[in-house]
């Protein structure tokens, strides 16, 4: 999978691209300092490695949409002094947040997750979602909130049919009950990592200690 960083450091892409290559699978394309010259150089890139802050004092949010609209997956990449840029991107659908201070394996293993389309919640990450102030609430009943944290980790319909003494059908129903609440309130759950993220924000899944 082609990965390429958008950083304005030229160290920081010599350490990226020395971290890539650990990875077996993985393969460091291009680094360049803005989100459209990466994808005039590399316009198929499968992982894009993003730092928020960058010189042409670009908008994270809008870098992480334009990146997405072209089909790459993005991680994060941060020094992780500005807390407003981190609260900025934790609601959109990055796959991803690492510091730039953290311990090589954190991010080869971050890497590795993301490249497979796994969503990987850093403490970082968790402590901007559970303080962001502007998430509203959707509203869940006592049932679809136990629907949620179930079909949120991962459990199957079946299974959460199971638990809650409930038809399969009936727990689709809920799902689709659950996504349009949120998507009511703009925080959309079109699909699983999506659920998931809502769960996390909502605080019907455990957030990571936050040290």
Do not use: C
């Not at 500005?82 to 394996?105: D, E, F, Q, W």
């Not at 919640?121 to 502007?134: F, G, H, K, Q, V």
Request: glycine share 6%; proline share 5%; hydrophobic share 45%.
């Amino acid at each position: 999978m082609k990965v390429g960083l958008i950083d304005d450091h030229d160290i920081v892409a010599l350490a990226v691209q020395a971290v890539v290559e650990q990875v077996e699978g993985l393969e460091f394309i291009a680094a360049s300092g803005t989100v459209e010259e990466l994808l005039a150089t590399v316009p198929d890139v499968d992982v894009a490695v993003l730092d928020l802050r960058l010189a042409d004092g670009s908008s994270p949010v809008a870098n992480v949409e334009r990146l997405i609209a072209a089909g790459a997956r993005v991680l994060v990449l941060t020094s992780g002094e500005n807390p407003y840029l981190i609260r900025s991107v934790a609601k959109s659908p990055i796959l991803g947040l690492v510091r730039k201070s953290a311990p090589v394996p954190v991010l080869v293993e971050t890497l590795v997750k993301v490249a497979s389309g796994e969503m990987e919640l850093s403490t970082e990450w968790a402590s901007a979602m559970s303080t962001d102030p502007e998430l509203d609430a959707a509203g869940l009943s006592a049932q679809e909130q136990r629907v949620l944290t179930l079909f949120a980790r991962g459990v199957k319909a079946q299974a959460v049919a199971y638990e809650l003494g409930i038809s399969v059908n009936t727990v689709e129903d809920y799902v689709r009950r659950i996504r349009v609440k949120y998507a009511q309130i703009g925080r959309p759950a079109y699909d699983k990592i999506d659920l998931y993220r809502r769960a996390l924000e909502d605080g019907f899944l455990p957030l990571p200690s936050v040290e």
